[in-house]
Nanobody, 118 residues
Framework: QAQLVESGGGLVQPGGSLKLSCVLS????????IGWFRQAPGKEREGVSC????????YYADSVKDRFTISLDNAKKTVYLQMNSLRLEDTAVYYC???????????WGQGTQVTVSS
C-alpha cells in the first residue's frame, strides 16, 4: 500500500527557511514524477515543484523559482523541498504527490502546514 508521509512544516518569519521531507513507501519510483503542491485557505491547490524519478529533471512554479529547491534521494525514497526567502504568501498546507501517467496512478500525502508570519 502506497504511503507518502510529509514532515518539516512549521512557523517561520518572512525571509526564513524551511525544509520539507516526504518519505515514499509501498511502490517503486520508476516512471513517477514526485512533487509538492500547496493549498492556502480559500484557494485552489496549486503545483509548486516536481522532479522526475527517472532522470531528475525538475519543474518550478514561477512564484517559487530561485527560492525553492526540490531534490530526490532514491536510496532513501525521500523527496525534499528546501524553501528559502519565505514570504507571507507561501503560507499553505503543503502536500507531497507521486504521479504516474501510464498506467495512471496518483498518491497523496496528508499534508504539512507551513506558516510564514512575523
Amino acid at each position: 500500500q502506497a504511503q507518502l508521509v510529509e514532515s518539516g512544516g512549521g512557523l517561520v518569519q518572512p525571509g526564513g527557511s524551511l525544509k520539507l521531507s516526504c518519505v515514499l513507501s509501498g511502490f517503486t519510483l520508476e516512471n513517477y514524477a514526485i512533487g509538492w503542491f500547496r493549498q492556502a485557505p480559500g484557494k485552489e491547490r496549486e503545483g509548486v515543484s516536481c522532479i522526475s524519478a527517472n532522470d531528475g529533471s525538475t519543474y518550478y512554479a514561477d512564484s517559487v523559482k530561485d527560492r525553492f529547491t526540490i531534490s530526490l534521494d532514491n536510496a532513501k525514497k525521500t523527496v525534499y523541498l528546501q524553501m528559502n526567502s519565505l514570504r507571507l504568501e507561501d503560507t499553505a498546507v503543503y502536500y507531497c504527490n507521486a504521479h504516474r501517467v501510464l498506467p495512471p496512478r496518483d498518491y497523496w500525502g496528508q499534508g504539512t502546514q507551513v506558516t510564514v508570519s512575523s
